[in-house]
């Protein structure tokens, strides 16, 4: 099984609807992110929290909204979606090592998401 | 405003031959790069990153080169094998406990037999 899943796997969905992508980790880590890739931008950061009872934006947060549930759980949502937010959204963990953040980011599979 | 760029959407080379791959940054606070490589229909995966203090690091046939006062940094993967055909990303942080992650564009890597 994977350390990192994501659910559902693909969506397509009409503009206006409220979707929510969902993440769940069994690594442990108590960083989470979403992240969002579109063809000539690469991943580009939507939120990101770093425990429980931590939320921050990132790059791109307008349109989006995130919710930490548990230590093992971020998920995204779009509460009114466009067809502009039709992108591969990865979730991602890390955690720290001797104390220190290295940067390493354990991904998901991705959730590709189609917005008519 | 891009701040980490891969000015090369792709790139072929034979097999056995080497592969480099290149990044460039704008912002001289990254003190921390990685490079990451993602096949079709998985998640990005780690390969191999660098601090800020040093100018090279190797992992096998994987090398990566950072030249800071050019702000550039490459990837060198020797010798390239088909089972490397992928798209890498370049990205970059800054040092602390933020672990935010800024990517480029990415590069599509084809090995050919």
């Known amino acids: 099984d994977a350390d990192v899943t994501q659910t559902p796997r693909n969506r397509i969905t009409k503009t206006g609807k409220r979707i929510m992508l969902e993440c769940s980790q069994t690594k442990g880590h108590d960083r989470m992110y979403w992240y969002r890739q579109d063809p000539g931008l690469g991943l580009r950061l939507i939120y990101y929290s770093f425990d429980v009872k931590d939320i921050n934006k990132g790059e791109i947060s307008d349109g989006y909204s995130v919710s930490r549930q548990a230590q093992a759980k971020f998920s995204l949502s779009l509460e009114s979606a466009i067809p502009n937010q039709t992108a591969l959204y990865f979730c991602?963990?890390?955690?720290?090592?001797?104390?220190?953040?290295?940067?390493?980011?354990?991904f998901g599979e991705g959730s590709r998401l189609t917005v008519l | 405003d891009q701040q980490v760029k891969q000015n090369s959407p792709s790139l072929s080379v034979q097999e056995g031959r080497i592969s480099i791959l290149n990044c460039d940054y704008t912002n001289s606070m990254f003190d921390y790069f990685l490079w990451y490589k993602k096949y079709p229909a998985e998640g990005p995966t780690f390969l191999i990153s660098i601090s800020s203090i040093k100018d090279k690091n190797e992992d096998g046939r994987f090398t990566v080169f950072l030249n800071k006062s050019a702000k550039h940094l490459s990837l060198h993967i020797v010798p390239s094998q088909p089972g490397d055909s992928a798209v890498y990303f370049c990205a970059a942080s800054r040092s602390g406990n933020t672990g935010k992650l800024i990517f480029g564009q990415g590069t599509t890597l084809q090995v050919k037999p």
């Open positions: 991602a963990t890390s955690d720290l090592k001797a104390g220190v953040h290295t940067g390493e980011l354990f």
